[in-house]
């Protein structure tokens, strides 16, 4: 029986044209301007100091801002790029600027499961501050406290099957109590192999998706635990 439901985010809760036209567009256009303004307070300049660590060059702060909307362009998955986007987006959705995109159905069966005591997670290469600013700044509302945890790239790489056994670990439950819910098929393999449930969600945006053996759904609505 699923105890637990960890869901990856872009192209399951989210539609991928959010992220991909709304959020990664807004951090490329603020970046040079956030730096310039921004960049000696402790926690932006802690990340900045990090993100020159990754390009192993003693970049100045001009230099670092053309290395890192290179990263953008790449969509690189690396901590201190998506430290920098997490704050700028916090500024985005607090202005107004935009809202957290979630599918309709998505709140409708989160608050279901859960009712039903189901601990819910979300797991996304995306930092945890920017995964729980987009769920607090949805049109539906705040929706953070009907998870328990989130999970980023700081537990693993999203294709690596000691991830998944990593956040089972965290959870304390048999990996055979836990349902992953993504759109990449080998996300979906690499949980699998760890021994979690999967569930492949289609929702015929993007590209086609291959799901494999995983069992499809087409909407939360699908998916029964």
């Known amino acids: 029986m699923v ?10 809760t989210s539609s991928l044209s959010f992220v ?26 802690q990340l900045l100091d990090e993100a020159r660590q990754v390009a192993g060059e003693a970049l100045d702060d001009g230099q670092l801002v053309a290395t890192l909307l ?18 700028m987006w ?25 009712e039903r005591g ?6 996304s290469s995306g930092s945890v501050h920017a995964q729980t600013l987009l769920f607090s700044h949805t049109r539906f509302g705040d929706l953070t406290p009907l998870f328990s945890g989130y999970f ?3 537990v693993g790489g999203k294709k690596e099957t000691a991830s998944y056994a990593a ?34 969600l289609v929702r015929g945006e993007g590209p086609e998706v291959d799901p494999g053996p995983h069992p499809v759904a087409r909407s939360f609505d699908d998916v029964h635990p």
Do not use: N
């Open 152 to 154: 980023d790239t700081g």
């Open 118 to 123: 189901l601990r819910l997670y979300v797991y």
């Open 20 to 45: 991909k036209e709304v959020l990664f567009p807004y951090a490329a256009r603020e970046l040079p301007g956030f730096v310039r303004a921004h960049g000696q307070r402790p926690e932006v300049r």
């Open 167 to 200: 956040i089972v670990r965290e959870l304390g439950l048999p990996a055979a109590q836990v349902l992953f819910l993504s759109d990449v098929r080998v996300e979906l393999d690499a949980a699998a192999a760890a021994g979690l449930r999967t569930v492949c």
């Open 90 to 114: 916090e500024a985005g959705y607090r202005q107004g600027d935009f809202q957290g995109h979630v599918y309709e159905d998505v709140p409708r069966r989160l608050r279901e499961w859960k």
């Open 70 to 87: 290179r990263w953008m362009e790449e969509d690189r998955k690396i901590g201190p790029l998506k430290g920098l986007q997490g704050l």
């Open 3 to 12: 105890q637990a439901i960890v869901t990856d985010i872009e192209g399951t």
